[in-house]
C-alpha cells in the first residue's frame, strides 16, 4: 500500500513562495500520474494540478502562471512549486497518485485514492 509523506508548508508572506514535497514508499509513483490538491475551510477539495507518468502537466486557471509541478522519478518525488502566493491560495495541500499505472492525468479529486496528511498553506498580506 502507498503511503505519500508531503512537506514544505508554512507561512508565507503575499508575494512569497513555498516548495511542496510529496514523497511516496510502498510503491513508486514513476508510472503514476499525481496531482496537488487543497482544501480551505468550508470549501470542497479542489484541483490545483497535475503531472503524468510520462511529465504531462495540467494546472487549475487560478495557479496557471504561479505554481510549477515537477517529479524526480528518482526520489520517488513530486514537487509543487508555489510562487507569488496570494491570500486566496491558503489551504490544507494533498497528494495522491491515480489508481491506475500509466492512466491519464484526472482533475476530480474522487477518482483518487491514497492522499497524503496534507501540509498547511497560510498567506498572510
Known amino acids: 500500500q502507498v503511503q505519500l509523506v508531503e512537506s514544505g508548508g508554512g507561512l508565507v508572506q503575499a508575494g512569497g513562495s513555498l516548495r511542496l514535497s510529496c514523497a511516496a514508499s510502498?510503491?513508486?509513483?514513476?508510472?503514476?500520474?499525481v496531482g496537488w490538491f487543497r482544501q480551505a475551510p468550508g470549501r470542497e477539495r479542489e484541483f490545483v494540478a497535475a503531472?503524468?507518468?510520462?511529465?504531462?502537466?495540467e494546472y487549475a486557471d487560478s495557479v496557471k502562471g504561479r505554481f510549477t509541478i515537477s517529479r524526480d522519478k528518482n526520489k520517488n518525488t513530486v514537487y509543487l512549486q508555489m510562487n507569488s502566493l496570494k491570500p486566496e491560495d491558503p489551504a490544507v495541500y494533498y497528494c495522491?497518485?491515480?489508481?491506475?499505472?500509466?492512466?491519464?492525468?484526472?482533475?476530480?479529486?474522487?477518482?483518487?485514492?491514497?492522499w497524503g496528511q496534507g501540509p498547511q498553506v497560510t498567506v498572510s498580506s
Open positions: 495522491a497518485p491515480v489508481p491506475s499505472p500509466f492512466a491519464r492525468v484526472q482533475v476530480s479529486p474522487e477518482v483518487y485514492a491514497y
Open positions: 510502498g510503491r513508486t509513483f514513476r508510472s503514476y500520474a
Open positions: 503531472i503524468s507518468w510520462s511529465g504531462n502537466t
